[in-house]
């Protein structure tokens, strides 16, 4: 609730910011940071879907039967939580080309965003697996399930609900963490503040409007999150 | 791919050794600076002033938000317009700091929180003082699951260092940066920096389970 | 004349060091209804579980009609029994668990008919339609929508009854069906068992610490202690006439507590 009610107050805050500067001699720099946002907008969404699958892949294949697939998900997780974001995206698009794979910054942007959450989402969903309780595997074995239907049709919709507050979180980190793609040459909303205040020298004016921004995403995920919460959990809680 | 051994060792490994001395300088500085931020960050949100604990918790709720990067631009561009000129390796030790620090408070708090109810009324009934309370019962206490949380921060910060190169703070990634900018060859100083910041998270991750197991098994005694 | 519906022999069954089935013989025949009593931790639960496969086993063979179940025939040679062949076995047994394992996302109807249209291929219509009347004949036809967080124990484990149901085995397994439940929901749940004990098409193999409802429903008896099978037979025997001084323990020992 009090979460809501920050949303809206912030939502309001930032409105007034947008028409403030629209009608002052301040408008000249939201053209270039509004587009700034739209490209911190689009690596979010794409990553944060790269996110989720190798979350899942990976957290999955961890506790899988093959040695050699385990062996795999264990290298992915320990190297990119390993290494550094930044260091991931340095790699991906100055070295990768050296092996003749050139990435555009975008691709770069959110293949190194994406895997580097992928490698930490992959945790939550292991975990959220092994939360659901014994009896319910056993119970698709005595009903002859297979493997695949029991992790598919059993497993993982029960898992979901237990696994949203901790993959909420970390898609709100994700966004945060999508300000460091302009290491790439991607001109998100964190480099257009850069470059803005750097032409026009009005720090605390763009950077308020940077911060509630970064704000509202993260207040919009939040309340998406418990709002998702709620849909899955509805037949889930005991009693009545 | 070409890989030169010899440009990695005449350039980019010295290049690199004489940056991670500024890495590592950085988490330091900024881990300390957090321990004792983060200290009164939760004394002031657990406040008897209603004011004081709400505007805390708000402005941890903001900070918390915000990317750390925006937070080093942000303070690398204002201290200078205030009048305050500090390099932007301070400036950005500062905001690394304050970052953390407000995840730091949440630790203490948490940690204060798992000591059972029971032990302070058993401190209150034993009629110890409130310092001894703390040095006797309650700190060693909260310590198991402090200490390993706080090891996790400070891997998390070494990792957050890299983020001062984008203020030309002349820590790892910056190096590397700078060396492939100079020779058109990213490769090794690139790879070399991954290589080091992986082997020392994964030591750490290490140290931290030791102290984890040793800090469990001496509250077990 | 045929074999006997369910074998072992010779099985052994063990933790680590500890031998939990040690060179168990026990028969099952078509269409028996045989009860499994005995002290906690005697291998009651064990025997169910290696039958229906959840746990392996470290020696011996069990058989299921005549074929075995943990080794296929491939040539004139035995080898360990691939995926296939152990599908293929499971789905003649179904089992119903001490505490249901209902799916909790999933309404009563969607149980039952989740097990047969994956691996059966039925159409959903198809098994809807059967598995009403398995929901009718275990008195839940208006449950059918209702999630089992709002079923109490007694209709979740009627449920539990029907979606095992559904999969028409040709085997039942009970685990102690109404260890879990408040007292006047036993009832309900054993009027259910009862009816099936009674239909004659299922071989049914019956953990229970009801004496009463075993020695009511029972073709046979047989009393576990300490991984072996002590002592079988007719029930009003077993009952009325125990041989062996461990049973007589027993039974004196359940006694005194009712
Ligand atoms: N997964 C396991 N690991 C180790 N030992 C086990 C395991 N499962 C069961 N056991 C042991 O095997 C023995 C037999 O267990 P089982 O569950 O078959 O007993 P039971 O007769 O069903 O008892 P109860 O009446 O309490 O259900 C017990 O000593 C138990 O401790
Ligand atoms: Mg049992």
Redesign the interface.
């Known amino acids: 609730m009090a979460g809501r009610i920050?949303a809206v107050v912030a939502l309001t805050a930032f409105l007034c910011g947008i028409s403030f500067a629209t009608f002052s001699e301040l408008r000249i720099f939201l053209p270039a940071m509004l587009r700034g946002a739209v490209v911190t907008l689009q690596v979010s969404i794409l990553s944060a879907v790269l996110f989720i699958v190798m979350s899942f892949l990976a957290g999955i294949a961890k506790d899988s039967g093959t040695r050699l697939v385990r062996w795999l998900a264990i290298g992915y997780i320990?190297?990119f939580?390993?290494?550094?974001?930044?260091?991931?995206l340095?790699?991906l698009y100055?070295?990768l080309p050296?092996?003749g794979i050139v990435l555009s910054p975008m691709m770069a942007g959110v293949l190194g965003v994406g895997l580097n959450f992928g490698a930490y989402g992959a945790e939550i969903v292991r975990g959220a697996m092994l939360a659901v309780?014994r009896?319910?595997q056993?119970?698709s074995?005595?009903?002859?399930?297979?493997d695949r239907?029991c992790l598919i049709?059993?497993v993982i919709?029960?898992a979901v609900v237990v696994m949203i507050p901790g993959m909420t979180n970390l898609t709100?980190e994700l966004i945060?963490?999508?300000?460091?793609v302009?290491?790439v040459t991607l001109v998100d909303i964190?480099y257009a503040?850069?470059q803005q205040?750097q032409l026009h020298?009005r720090?605390?004016e763009i950077?308020t409007i940077?911060?509630m921004l970064?704000?509202c995403f993260?207040?919009f995920i939040r309340f998406g999150g418990s709002a998702l919460e709620d849909r899955f959990s509805r037949?889930?809680?005991?009693?009545? | 791919m070409d890989w030169r051994w010899d440009f990695t060792f005449d350039v980019v490994i010295p290049r690199l050794w004489e940056a991670a001395g500024v890495t590592v300088y950085a988490t330091v500085a900024s881990f300390l600076l957090a321990l004792v931020g983060g200290l009164i960050l939760m004394l002031l949100k657990t406040s008897k002033n209603r004011m004081v604990s709400f505007a805390v918790t708000e402005f941890i709720e903001l900070i918390r938000a915000t990317p750390l990067l925006v937070q080093i631009f942000f303070l690398f561009f204002l201290l200078p317009e205030v009048g305050i000129t500090l390099p932007p390796l301070t400036s950005g030790i500062i905001a690394i700091a304050l970052y953390n620090s407000t995840l730091c408070a949440e630790v203490y708090r948490a940690g204060l929180q798992a000591v059972p109810r029971g032990q302070w009324e058993a401190a209150m009934a034993l009629n110890l003082s409130t310092y001894r309370t703390f040095r006797r019962i309650i700190i060693p206490q909260s310590l198991p699951p402090i200490v390993p949380a706080l090891g996790n921060y400070l891997i998390a910060i070494f990792k957050e260092t890299p983020l001062l190169s984008f203020v030309a703070v002349g820590e790892i990634m910056h190096a590397s940066k700078l060396i492939g900018s100079e020779y058109y060859r990213f490769t090794e100083a690139v790879t070399i920096a991954g290589v080091f910041f992986l082997v020392m998270s994964l030591v750490s991750a290490q140290l931290v389970r030791l102290v984890e197991t040793y800090l469990q098994r001496s509250i077990q005694r | 004349m045929k074999g006997p519906k369910i074998r072992f022999e010779k099985v052994l069954k063990a933790y680590g060091e500890l031998k939990v089935l040690e060179d168990l013989d026990f028969h099952v025949d078509e269409n028996e209804v045989v009860a499994i009593i005995g002290p906690s931790g005697s291998g009651k639960t064990t025997v169910l579980r290696v039958l229906m496969t959840l746990e392996g086993i470290q020696g011996g063979t069990i058989f299921v009609g005549d074929e075995p179940l943990n080794v296929m025939r491939k040539g004139d040679r035995l080898v360990p029994a691939n995926r296939a062949h152990v599908r293929r076995i499971r789905s003649k047994i179904g089992m119903v668990f001490q505490s249901f394992n209902l799916f909790p996302h999933m309404t009563a109807l969607e149980n039952c008919i989740e097990a047969p249209v994956q691996t059966k291929g039925l159409s959903k219509s198809e098994a809807t339609a059967e598995s009403l009347e398995l929901l009718a004949m275990v008195g839940l036809t208006d449950k059918r929508d209702h999630y089992p967080s709002q079923l109490s124990g007694g209709q979740q484990q009627r449920v539990a009854i029907a979606r095992a149901l559904a999969m028409r085995p040709e085997i039942l397994l009970f685990d102690e069906p109404t260890s879990a439940l408040d007292p006047e929901m036993v009832g309900e749940v054993l009027n259910v068992i009862r009816d099936l004990a009674r239909s004659g098409h299922y071989t049914i193999l019956l953990v229970t610490h009801q004496m009463g409802f075993a020695r009511e429903v029972s073709d046979r008896v047989c009393f576990f202690d300490g991984g072996v099978m002590v002592e079988e037979g007719a029930p009003d025997d077993i009952f009325g006439n125990p041989q062996n001084d461990r049973l007589r323990h027993f039974l004196s020992k359940i006694l005194e507590a009712t």
């Open positions: 920050i320990e190297v939580r390993g290494t550094s974001l930044l260091v991931q340095f790699w100055f070295v050296e092996f309780p009896g319910q056993e119970a074995v005595a009903l002859n399930l297979s239907a049709r059993i919709p029960q709100i945060k963490a999508t300000a460091l302009s290491a964190t503040s850069v205040n020298y720090t605390l950077f940077t911060v970064y704000y993260a207040q037949h889930l809680r005991r009693g009545h």
